[in-house]
């Protein structure tokens, strides 16, 4: 039996933020950026974001979807790891309620780390996506941020957004800059 394609997904993220004037990252950067490209709206409420320490449960989830959160056809939802990240006025995006650690992507935070997984899991414990940059040979580059190829594809490979669109990172944007 095969699985459905996926209308709600990961369309992209940010592991490691840019190295700022003093020198280490500003995390509040971090990102995952959740699109719906199916034909109606669909209620987040309860939704969660892991890495893969709070996925095996040895944390809490990195963001819990709060009741009401609604993503409409067309539109990405992101999830900031910090609130001094998240745009003036944006309307489809939020910073990570987890007590104030963010999203904590490994070879982000801990840039010596061996990588990570996010998980995307519906409010009933379903995993509904995930992406995986453990190996070695899977770069994580300072500011670059994983995207699917192409585009809003819920099939789509992954890889450095840049290497494809030529931009660092375009959270509430699709990979060209341009609105949904």
Known sequence: MTRPTQTVFINEYLAQP?????????????????YNAGPGSVDLTG?????AKSYS???????????????????????????????????YATYANNGGYG????????????????????????LQDSHSYQSASVPVTSGYSFNRIPDLSPTGT???????????????????????
């Not at 939704?47 to 890495?51: C, G, L, S, T």
């Open 18 to 34: 840019f190295n700022g004037a003093a020198g280490t990252p500003d995390y509040d950067q971090q990102f995952v950026e959740i």
């Open 47 to 51: 939704w969660k974001i892991h890495d």
């Open 57 to 91: 449960g040895a944390e809490a989830a990195r963001h819990t979807f709060v009741s009401g959160t609604v993503l409409p056809a067309g539109k990405a939802y992101v999830v900031y790891s910090g609130a001094s990240a998240v745009p003036v006025g944006a309307t």
């Open 103 to 126: 999203l904590r992507f490994d070879r982000g935070v801990n840039q010596g780390g061996a990588g990570d997984i996010v998980y995307l899991v519906r409010a009933d414990g379903t």
């Open 158 to 180: 992954w890889d450095l957004g840049y290497n494809h669109y030529y931009r660092a990172a375009t959270p509430g944007t699709k990979a060209n800059g341009n609105a949904f």
